[in-house]
């Protein structure tokens, strides 16, 4: 039977779950060299199997996954095969793209497999370019350079490495959220291989697995492909107004307080940055960017609170949609040692702030070689999101959280594990403070890995138990956030 021919219907798919439960051995016996000999010649052309992770580095190298194995599909069919394949030797697997999740939930060691989606990567729009259809592959500077060159855009994350559906299906913060919504709430189907080793299609009228795959999706099953909402925009219009604005710290209190007091319409986003300008000095500094979808004029007025404030320097522009993720290059090295803890709040306390400020300094100062480290914020319009119910989707924090934030350690030297972990938990400790947060809610995606299920997952947690119980029985997928601890 070709890929192609998923099954639909929620009779069907329950069907075909109660008839596929997967035969898995007690302990697998399957080693490298049994690997190579069984799975290699099921896998289609252009596929490979290697043992080492050369060709899918991960983004953080501190409690990252250690595999044994690394699967390169070349299409679809191959996900279906691996995993049909780990089931049946009883092997644990991990489904990665770009390689940034950070979070320390992940278990996997030599004897586990990572299926590598790089390899599947086509794009395709329809003729109104409403709709795009994306494989597992495609990271977010693909998707970005195929829709410009298509008069149209689609919401994407802020990091052009991160893999675009990965970013998505933990809920899918981006820039155009003002106008489009979360990107799970542009989400119209996807192809979805299960932990019964079947491959299915999902959406709405899988009532609650396509409302825990929007939201939780890597708990139930890989995503080899998912057709999205797109928003036609001729190249010439395709454009906004960002950059960044540079602040001394003496300005802290006041540009939180402005950041906290704006009203962000539909058209704008702001992110706030601890980091330095770089080496050799590594000078810490205070940057704020805006974000407007329109003109300069239009900007600087809609952020005329953020300008008087008083930004030392002025690096903003009118820039194309295909590069508005330019300002984040930087972020999408790969390795080293990132251990980030976020959190989600509801409100910008300036004393926090401060106070945050003072452990970032007392970070980079005790510990030379931690000058990449940063803390970042982000903040939407949340309009189009919450014109949705909050249990539209199993995201949990639609309407709850205005802002997030991540205190990223960055350094090479493992014996600083300890200290920037204490640096990471104290910064998350003072955003958790009950003067910026009602209760402890973390965007799953910029979670640390040791939070509970309700932080990550709020009052989805129940619901979600349910259908995992239904999907995935076996807890085979239980690398990221697992719902069954």
């Known amino acids: 039977m070709p890929f192609s021919a998923l099954i639909a219907s929620p009779l069907l798919l329950a069907l075909a779950c109660a008839a596929a ?54 299409a679809e069919e191959d996900v279906l095969t691996t995993v049909q394949f780990c089931n049946q030797n009883n092997l644990s697997f991990l489904a990665q793209n770009g390689g940034n999740g950070w979070a320390t939930t992940f278990d996997l060691g030599q004897d586990g497999v990572v299926i590598n989606l790089r390899g599947i990567r086509h794009i395709t729009f329809n003729e109104k370019k409403d709709e795009v259809t994306l494989q597992g592959g495609v990271i977010i500077s ?27 299906l933990g809920g899918g913060y981006g820039r155009l959220m003002g106008l489009y919504g979360f990107g799970v709430d542009n989400l119209l189907s996807v192809n979805l291989v299960t932990s019964y080793g079947v491959a299915i299609q999902v959406d709405a009228r899988n009532e609650d697995l396509w409302w825990a795959l929007r939201g ?14 797109a928003y036609p925009t001729p190249m010439a219009e395709n454009l906004a107004w960002l950059g ?23 058209q704008m986003a702001i992110f706030m940055y601890y980091a330095t300008l770089g080496g050799p000095a590594y000078e810490p500094t205070v940057i704020a960017i805006p974000f407007y979808v329109g003109s300069e004029q ?6 005329a609170s953020i300008y008087a404030v008083g930004p030392i320097a002025d690096q903003t522009a009118v820039s194309p949609y295909s590069e508005w993720n330019a300002g984040s290059a930087s972020f999408c090295t790969k390795g080293g040692r990132k251990p980030s803890y976020g959190a989600g709040f509801s409100k910008m306390d300036p004393a926090t702030w401060r106070a945050i400020w003072n452990e970032y ?23 189009k999101a919450e014109s949705l119910p909050d249990s539209s989707t199993s995201f949990p924090f639609r309407s709850s959280v205005r802002f997030n934030g991540v205190a990223m ?53 129940t619901r979600l138990q349910k259908v995992k119980k239904q999907y995935d029985p076996f807890g085979r997928f239980n690398q990221w956030f697992p719902l069954s601890r």
């Open 142 to 168: 693909e998707l970005v350079a195929a829709a410009y060159t298509n008069n149209t855009r689609v919401l994407t994350g802020n990091c052009d490495c991160i893999g675009a559906l990965g970013a998505i």
């Open 298 to 303: 239009e900007g600087k007025v809609a952020f």
């Open 361 to 383: 300094i007392a970070f980079l100062t005790a510990n030379p070689g931690t000058g990449n480290s940063t803390v970042l914020l982000e903040a939407y319009s949340s309009d």
């Open 21 to 74: 439960v997967p035969e898995i051995v007690p302990r697998s016996s399957c080693d490298w060299k049994c690997i190579d000999k069984r799975l290699g010649p099921k896998l289609s052309k252009g596929a490979s199997i290697i043992h080492d992770t050369s060709t899918a580095p991960r983004w953080s190298d501190f409690d990252a996954p250690r595999p044994g194995t690394v699967v390169n599909v070349a």
């Open 409 to 461: 350690a960055w350094y090479a030297d493992s014996s600083l594990d300890a200290t920037a972990k204490a640096f990471g938990s104290k910064v998350r400790d003072l955003w958790r403070s009950p003067g910026t947060s009602q209760s402890n809610r973390t965007y799953i995606n910029f979670a640390y890995g040791d939070e509970s299920l309700s932080t990550v997952y709020g009052s989805s947690v």
């Open 216 to 229: 939780a999706g890597p708990n139930f099953g890989i995503v080899t492909s998912a057709k999205l909402k």
């Open 244 to 266: 960044a604005l540079i602040f001394t710290e003496d300005k802290i209190e006041a540009l939180v307080q402005a950041i906290d007091d704006l009203d962000l319409k539909p």
